[in-house]
Each structure stands twice: as structure tokens, then as C-alpha cells.
């Protein structure tokens, strides 16, 4: 059975995430998916490196589950990469424990879709915006998969209309981030016969 490792990584500022917490939720009800939720397991960014390249080792599949933050990760995200992915580990002499595994981001944006293109007020696509995670995905080995991503995921004023909508779109890209798994899933079988 494949082996799904979901990092998450959300700060939680104004409490806990609808949509983040909905997508995890569903996730893991699936099998053989696990999840590290780096905000609860590291408070103080003392990230222990041993026990998450252990866990990446176990995985086929590893997905970034986080919410859009200043174009890229939430911080505790970037120094679990600084830290975990290590040259010995994930590149250079004996780096290669994550050759051949999937990267897959998921990632929920407050603004709309229209908003990420050049015309839009953040000129970029989003695809242009996960460049970076695209190269460490080249960079160690790993093959980056097609991300699932959600616009207008933001709950700010908290109008129960709203919130509604943002339950709504979770739930959809819960179940797009499923099929994606299970396809995934279908090409290592594809691969293996």
C-alpha cells in the first residue's frame, strides 16, 4: 500500500483554519495517510530533524498542505525544509532518500483566481508562484505533481454566509486532493506492473 505523508503547516494566528482543518480532516480518512502538523508538533520552530526524514523516508507521497502565505510558506514550513532537507539526506553524496517520491502542494489562497495573472493585482500565476518548491522537488529528486489549489478561502468578517461557501470549497478541494492521491497511487501500480 502506498504511503501518503501530509505536512501541514499552519500558523493559526486568528485561530484554527476552516478550510485547512476540513482538507486534513477528510484526508485522513483515507488509507494510508498520515499527517504532521508542524505548528502543534514544533511551537518553538526546534524542528526534530531525525524523526521528519524518517517519516519522509516511509512516504511515496508527500504533500504540502498549508495556506498561501506572502506568495510562498508559512515560516515554520520554510525552516522544517531548511532543516529536514539536508545534503546527505535529500541532495549530494548519499542525498538521494527522496528519488522517485511524489511533491505535491496543496494550498488554500484568500484571493481570488482572477487576482493571479499578470493582469491581476498579483501579476503572477500561482504556478509561477510555486517555482521555488518545483525545484526542490527537481533538486532532490522528487517528481512535483499537478498542486490542488483553492481561491477565496478567507473568512474575514466572519459571516456565517461565508463561511458556508469557504466549508463548501474545502470540502471540493478535499475531494480533488483525494483523487489526486488515488491517481497517483494508480501510476506507481501502472509503473510496478
Not at 500500500?1 to 478550510?19: E, N, R
Not at 485547512?20 to 504532521?36: E, L, W
Not at 483566481?113 to 509561477?128: D, L, R, W
Amino acid at each position: 500500500m502506498m504511503k501518503t505523508l501530509i505536512i501541514f503547516a499552519h500558523p493559526g494566528v486568528s485561530g484554527p483554519s476552516i478550510a485547512n482543518t476540513r482538507i486534513i480532516d477528510k484526508a485522513c480518512q483515507q488509507d494510508g495517510v498520515a499527517v504532521r502538523d508542524l505548528y502543534r508538533l514544533y511551537p518553538d520552530f526546534k524542528v526534530d530533524i531525525e524523526a521528519e526524514q524518517a517519516a519522509l523516508a516511509e512516504a511515496d507521497l508527500i504533500i504540502l498542505q498549508y495556506p498561501f502565505h506572502w506568495y510562498s510558506v508559512p515560516s515554520l514550513l520554510k525552516e522544517w525544509i531548511d532543516q529536514v532537507m539536508r545534503y546527505g539526506f535529500a541532495y549530494g553524496t548519499d542525498g538521494d532518500k527522496l528519488h522517485g517520491k511524489g511533491l505535491m502542494v496543496s494550498t488554500t489562497i484568500g484571493g481570488p483566481a482572477s487576482s493571479y495573472c499578470e493582469e491581476g493585482h498579483n501579476h503572477f500565476e500561482v504556478e509561477t508562484l510555486l517555482t521555488p518548491l518545483h525545484q526542490t522537488a527537481n533538486f532532490t529528486g522528487m517528481r512535483f505533481l499537478k498542486p490542488v489549489v483553492s481561491h477565496d478561502m478567507v473568512l474575514v468578517p466572519p459571516e456565517e454566509e461565508r463561511k458556508t461557501a469557504i466549508e463548501s470549497r474545502a470540502d471540493d478541494h478535499a475531494l480533488r486532493l483525494i483523487a489526486a492521491i488515488e491517481q497517483y497511487q494508480l501510476s506507481l501500480m501502472d509503473a510496478a506492473a
